[in-house]
């Protein structure tokens, strides 16, 4: 059973920059791939990012890539998502998630666990 609690979502013009924390408990954090998707209204569920389980390997949605960044910190059981150069098309609910499997995040179900979602509202 792994629980994943998101902070930092939150209003912010466009060009700015914010960062997304998901805190993990219940699992062996390092043996999990923790990933981002997010979910515009009207729009189906999109990967944002993922990152491996020792930190290692990272991979972005190339709507992302060079403004976004995975990380994570193993001893504080929390992964991070940097948004940088913040787009009024980035608006969306963002939702962490956790597998054991990085093979998950490019699969039709999904990783096995999820957060609750933090809206980030980007104006323009």
């Known amino acids: 059973q792994v629980q994943l609690v998101e902070s930092g979502g939150g209003l912010v013009q466009a060009g700015g920059s914010l960062r997304l924390a998901c805190a993990a408990s219940?699992?062996?954090?390092?043996?999990?791939?923790m990933g981002w998707f997010r979910q515009a209204p009207g729009k189906e569920r999109e990967f944002v990012a993922v990152i491996s389980g020792s930190g290692g390997s990272t991979y972005y949605a190339d709507s992302v890539k060079g403004r976004f960044t995975i990380s994570r910190d193993n001893a504080k059981n929390t992964a991070y998502l940097q948004m940088n150069s913040l787009k009024p098309e980035d608006t969306a609910v963002y939702y962490c998630?956790?597998?054991?499997?990085?093979?998950?995040?490019?699969?039709?179900?999904?990783?096995?666990?999820w957060g609750q979602g933090t809206q980030v509202t980007v104006s323009s």
């Open positions: 219940g699992g062996t954090f390092r043996s999990y791939a």
């Open positions: 998630a956790a597998d054991r499997r990085i093979s998950s995040y490019s699969s039709a179900i999904g990783p096995g666990y």
